[in-house]
């Protein structure tokens, strides 16, 4: 049984539910209830929250009886990189413009995946930023400074 | 009468010059994103939507429309040339289409595929012009009781009949619910789970979550999967299918059809679905079923008119109820907001163009689909040799152009990336995204719907009970949990006599 609950998919879809729920609940209690006639802002986020609740209670039972494992095969860089590469275009975009944050974004995504050839990928930002300022900026109108240094 | 003017207005609107225009657009978009594998039409039309924004209503959503049914198209398309379903909807066509295309049949294959999609998308653009307004009309007589009744109905349906465990499914559409009214609240100013972030005041922006959920979390599992397995293409000679073969073929699209129409009403399943049951019927009524898996026509044919019907008969729901029964109708639905269109039984009146004339557009999409992919296959082909590694930089960057047109607003960016982070999480511990899609679109009117039953019965909740329609819908909604629930249940009891 030792660390049998660490792949334990349903074990850890009930405790994150649960968890959310009782967050979710917490939070309610700051808003009104109101009345059965006047429903107040808390009414409706605290009924979800009970549902998740029970839901997740299901699910923590299910887990520890049918111990059914987490598939394998994840890419913990993947799962890091890849919203990192977004924050970095979010950041970059306000600041330096969309060139900039769009070749950041292309270059850092790219190295999330498995293969990193540093020549296609540079090649593949190019075309993709010229692409998006002549669609979106020149085409499309969109309203994005090009290139600016803040 | 008055179907065929209304279809008659309906194509008046498709054929304007602009709305043509969006509609080709669309499928060709449709159909490219169909034939690559790794991206869906969810993605696409979540990463298109602000695009979107500057254009008319009506061609928005022809353009969208056209995404979705072309996708299925060019998922059919690799399905029998390259073995590898493009959308999950054409994974059955891989079983015989391969088989088909390995015997030099890849043409006759890929015309019957091609003629039964579009036969099953005219006979679901008139289903739509048939059933659609008196369904719209009865709508009217809803009250919020109704409203509310129905959607717990949609909702439930739809994740109770999903693949996957019932009580996960049905979790996420209460999460969704629940994500779905972050921001004030729109009755007492109340501002709910925004966290001192004055960019969550007006509610988790729809086109945030969809890319985060589909396009962010599913590259992020897309790179951790063992690579995909490429087979070689085989050529193309000779697309006529021969008499004999449009003799075999006749009647599975009928039957295929007819099945594709019956689950596209229903909420929750996936063209999948219909066409799995197309096939499991075709080869249950076939004098020789050994031929099945060995490239029989009927495995094509069947199952390619029931993705297409069932992909048009999602629209029923959506345009006469305002009730999604799919991620993708989830996404229409908003755009449909997003242009400042509310959804339900009133927009056949208010907005005849948008709807008869996307329904219009519907049957001419289908027609470009015919006339245009059959000759670019070889196109489509070559495309498939484009590799994953350069695929998917492209698709976040056009995912994060397009979040951060709707607000030039880097916060949405960067809650797009925790969503794919979270999305990523859930889909690995066996939750489904769409259901959480439709209760986030759900999430808003169906609290506003309860709010106001209460207010119209004084506190008392029996106002569902005592209202006709409501209690239908209600007592409809415990039916269809305990005709899907019970045989879980006593499956899991056999399970541990056994």
Known sequence: ?150 | MDLLGNLWYGFGVAVSLENLAYCFIGVLVGTLIGVLPGIGPLATIAMLLPITYGVPPVAALIMLAGIYYGAQYGGSTTAILVNLPGETSSVVTCIDGYQMARQGRAGPALAIAAIASFFAGTVGTLLIALFAPPLAEFALKFGSPEYFALMLMGLVAAAVLTQGDIAKSLAMVTLGLLLGIVGNDIHSGIPRYVFDITELSDGIGFIVLAVGVFAVSEIIANLGASSEPRSSVSGVTGLLPTREDARQAFAPILRGTGIGAFFGVLPGTGPAVASFASYMLEKKIARDPSRFGRGAIEGVAGPEAANNADAQCKFIPMLTLGLPVSGVMALMLGALTMQGIQPGPEVMNQRPDLFWGLIASMWIGNLMLVLLNLPLIGIWVRLLTVPYRLLFPAIMAFAAIGIYSLNNSPFEIYLAAMFGIIGFILVKLGFGMAPLLLGFVLGPLMEDNLRRSMVMGRGDPSIFFTRPISLCLLVATVLILAIVALPAIRRRRGDVAG
């Open chain 1, 1 to 150: 049984m030792r660390l049998e609950f660490l792949g334990n998919k349903d074990f850890w879809a009930g405790l994150v539910l649960t968890a959310v729920g009782v967050a979710a609940v917490l939070i309610a209690r700051g808003y009104p209830l109101g009345t059965m006639i006047r429903m107040g802002p808390g009414y409706f986020p605290t009924l979800l929250g009970a549902l998740l609740v029970l839901f997740g209670m299901y699910l923590l039972a299910k887990g520890l009886r049918s111990a059914e494992r987490i598939e394998p095969g994840w890419s913990l860089r993947a799962l890091i990189v890849l919203p990192l590469s977004l924050v970095l275009f979010g950041l970059l975009m306000d600041r330096a413009g969309l060139v900039p944050a769009l070749a950041a974004l292309v270059i850092g995504s790219a190295a999330a995946g498995r293969e990193f050839k540093l020549v296609e990928v540079v090649l593949l930002a190019l075309l993709l930023v010229a692409f998006s300022v002549a669609v979106f900026v020149w085409a499309l109108g969109l309203p994005y400074p090009v290139l600016v240094w803040r």
